[in-house]
């Protein structure tokens, strides 16, 4: 089966919206992937508009479009790179709760991959652990085939069920997006802010029913303390991701970059710089880097500031002093 010059081979994932697939590009012989979208879900002129802007796009941490277009039976198409690693949700469900560390690398990849888009007008809309990706220390967000640009912001949702879903993805959407209100770049960031406390915890920070009074749920629900669930975290880290999580986008962090520069900061503190390096240890060896951030553990980042540390005297300055001490009294004994 060919889509204009793309020959399909393998189905890899299909839903209600969109079917994805391995393909192969024969004008340039490599692989890629290629998401169909139901026609009934799109109106084409929307998504060559859409897509267009997609390819506007250029950031390590962002999945790579190449291509776009409508099929010769109707059926627009997206084509972008073919990556095979692993997603957030599988290296949680394979290794565990993620190290403080590993949180702070992975918010602040995203965080910068999110403050690029932003700068172009897009949202991404569906930010959760099975739309990234881990390869080889590069962490990849996928799936923007959800993304809207933020002119078009009106257009909140095509389907036709007023109801919000409440399923484990969904969780993951802000409040104003759940209840199909006019959304901003905000929304995107409360993503980010469940998506490390789910990571932190394996639970998501709210639970969410059916109910018209959806506002009024998210703020007489508070999420569990993050410091009480993971006490090893510091106390700025848990109380950015707690901001994020604001239920009111007018209180948490305005823009990813902001996000994106806490974070840096906090990383900064741990002493480590780059923040590939960290998911590059994790992916190697996640027990390694799980005993490695263990000895870093803090309350606080400052308490890492080597001049606030108290010295650490050993038995050798002991006997020094002893002797000292000696020869002290004894000079002032023969005196």
Not at 79 to 96: F, H, K
Not at 168 to 185: C, N, R, T, Y
Request: aromatic content about 8%; glycine content about 2%; charged content about 25%.
């Amino acid at each position: 089966m060919k889509i204009d010059r793309y020959e399909l081979e393998q189905q890899l994932t299909k839903n209600i919206e969109t079917t994805a697939y391995r393909a192969f590009d024969p004008r340039l012989k490599r692989e890629v992937l290629i998401k169909l979208f139901t026609a009934a879900e799109n109106n084409n002129n929307n998504f060559q508009v859409e897509a267009k802007s997609l390819t506007t796009l250029n950031h390590p941490s962002i999945i790579k479009i190449y291509d776009f277009g409508i099929s010769n039976d109707d059926v627009p198409y997206l084509v972008t790179e073919y990556i095979q690693g692993i997603n957030l949700a599988q290296l949680l469900e394979r290794n565990g709760l993620f190290p403080e560390s590993v949180i702070l690398a992975i918010g602040l990849e995203v965080s910068s991959a999110l403050a690029h888009a932003h700068a172009h007008s897009i949202i991404h809309r569906s930010i959760n652990p099975q739309n990234i990706l881990l390869e080889r220390g590069r962490l990849v967000i996928t799936d923007f085939s959800t993304a809207l640009c933020a002119a078009n912001t009106d257009i909140i949702s095509r389907s036709n069920d007023t109801k919000p879903k409440t399923n484990k993805i969904s969780g993951f959407l802000s409040p104003e997006q759940l209840a199909k209100h006019k959304i901003d770049s905000r929304a995107d960031i409360f993503s980010v802010g469940t998506l490390l406390y789910f990571l932190a915890t394996n639970n998501l920070p709210y639970r969410i029913s059916e109910t018209i009074n959806l506002f009024q749920q998210f703020i007489n629900h508070k999420p569990e303390a993050l410091r009480t669930l993971r006490p090893e975290f510091c106390r700025d880290l848990t109380s950015l991701i707690h901001r994020a999580l604001e239920p009111k986008p007018e209180n948490r962090p305005q823009k990813a970059t902001l996000l994106k520069q806490a974070l840096q900061r906090l990383l900064e503190y741990r002493k480590f710089t780059d923040a590939r390096e960290i998911l590059a240890l994790y992916e190697k060896n996640p027990s390694l880097t799980q005993l490695h951030l263990s000895n870093h553990s803090r309350d606080d980042y400052e308490d890492e500031d080597d001049n606030l540390k108290p010295p650490k005297y050993g038995p050798l300055f002991l006997l020094i002093a002893i002797a000292l001490l000696i020869v002290t009294a004894l000079f002032f004994g023969y005196c």
